[in-house]
């Protein structure tokens, strides 16, 4: 007897299993325990020889140095020429990891815990945010160091407008623009002779005694200007 095929009964479908996110992570790191935590959050990993940074998520180049890492290649200047690659990349971050396992600096300890002072290593890190340009962010453990780059992979990256206009500058930023333009005058020497004088006009109509008085050898760029011919 022919069996018949029953509509009634439930099929079984496949489902797509959703492709796995991937970074891109130099070879160096294959041992780091922040690669067996990515795969357990779903990330997968494309080990590479990178030259620069030890991963590249989303468009962003990031070194990571655990605390004692950080310290030691602080001082023997290896860092430095690492901050100076990173700047190839456009977006970049210095991650510094296992804050909660060792303490970056203390006042409480000697200097020869570290081998640094920790003045040292607050004048670093400030040289790092203000001359490199390189954010950092300071995790307690590489499964902190994961989850951050877990967040950073997801993250959609901003979309910035191209029609942005610059900000018109008020009547005072205009006055105070202007005096800026002669040589040696910044913002606080320009803001205090329009303070004294209150326009551009009794600025410029001032004797020079009178400008040698309220910005003393400034007034010899000055005064260059304005009694020079074009």
């Known amino acids: 007897m022919k069996t018949l095929f029953n509509i009634f009964s439930k099929r079984t479908t496949r489902q797509k299993t959703p492709e796995k996110q991937k970074i891109t992570v130099d070879y160096r790191e294959k041992n780091s325990l922040v690669i067996s935590e990515l795969a357990s959050l779903g990330i997968g990993v494309d ?7 030890d991963y590249l998520v989303n468009g962003v180049a990031i070194e990571r140095k655990t605390v004692s890492d950080f310290i030691s290649s602080m001082m023997n200047r290896r860092l430095v020429s690492q901050l100076e690659e990173l700047q190839q990349y456009p977006n970049r971050l210095l991650i510094i990891e296992g804050l909660e396992e060792q303490e970056l600096y203390s006042d409480e300890f000697s200097q020869h815990k570290i081998g640094m002072h920790p003045n ?3 004048g670093f890190l400030l040289s790092i945010l203000l001359k490199y340009k390189v954010p950092i962010i300071f995790t307690r453990n590489y499964a902190d160091t994961a989850r951050f780059i ?3 992979l997801k993250k959609e990256e901003a979309e910035f407008p191209l029609n942005v206009k610059k900000r018109a500058l008020n009547k005072k930023e205009q006055m105070q623009y202007i005096l800026e333009g002669f040589p040696g005058i ?11 004088f209150r326009t551009i006009k009794s600025v410029i109509n001032a004797t020079e005694e009178e400008i040698r008085k309220e910005i003393g050898k400034k007034a010899d760029g000055f005064f260059r200007i304005i009694d020079g011919n074009f």
């Open 120 to 122: 040292s290593v607050r």
């Open 150 to 152: 877990s967040v950073l």
């Open 47 to 53: 080990f590479q020889t990178l030259k620069v940074a």
């Open 186 to 196: 910044g913002p606080k020497t320009a803001r205090k002779l329009l303070k004294k």
